[in-house]
């Protein structure tokens, strides 16, 4: 996917020039070097990142594999234990654990799935981010050892879709434009405005580190 070229405006229109602002350059969204200098990329704003949301196609699946052996879906895929065995599950990854709606617990899933619960909330006011890194690193190491995850929630598009961006920008150094891109491609997906915050913010400090 290439990166997007350098203007000296910001459009908010989607596929537009976004340029380059103090110094640090805008929308590298392919993970390549961009061509203002310092090679660290702006994150695109809310209503940027919304605009791209909006523009994919929708999807109904109850799960997507959405990254080599990482499942993305809903409730009622994580409930499915024949389809769980049937994929080769080991590794399931709750972003509504706690929850009515979504089961989930190691007793439910017995001995040869490994579970992970984070109890958030779809709210834009729930702060997802303290669950970044420890989601990520849960998934990157299901995966080194060779297994099969599933991350979900209750409907699999905003909890759930958060933590598998976070794993990405965190573990594969995506920035978050490219993750979302790499993402929609398999699975439809629309976190809330506060996760998107929480998740610019995470692009930011991540672009501001590998380049420092």
Sequence with gaps: MASEGVSSTV????GE????VSGVSR????????ECEPDVC???????????LHSAQSSCRHGDEVWPNLYLGDMYMSHNKYELWRLGITHVL???HGKMCCKGSDDYYGTTVSYYGVPANDLPTFDLSPFFYPAAQFIHQALKSGGKV???CAVGVSRSAAL???????????????????????RWVFPNRGFLMQLINLDYTLQRERRD
Excluded: W, Y
Excluded at 17 to 20: A, P
Excluded at 27 to 34: A, E, N, T
Excluded at 165 to 179: E, G, K, N, S, V
């Design 17 to 20: 020039l976004l340029g380059c």
């Design 94 to 96: 709750n972003a509504a």
């Design 150 to 152: 599933l991350v979900h």
């Design 27 to 34: 929308s590298c969204d392919s993970g390549q070097r961009c």
């Design 164 to 186: 598998v961006l976070a794993f990405l920008m965190i573990h594969h150094h995506h920035p978050l434009l490219a993750a979302i891109r790499l993402v929609q491609q398999k």
């Design 42 to 52: 702006e994150p695109p704003s809310l209503e940027e990142l919304e605009e791209v």
């Design 11 to 14: 459009s908010s229109k989607t």
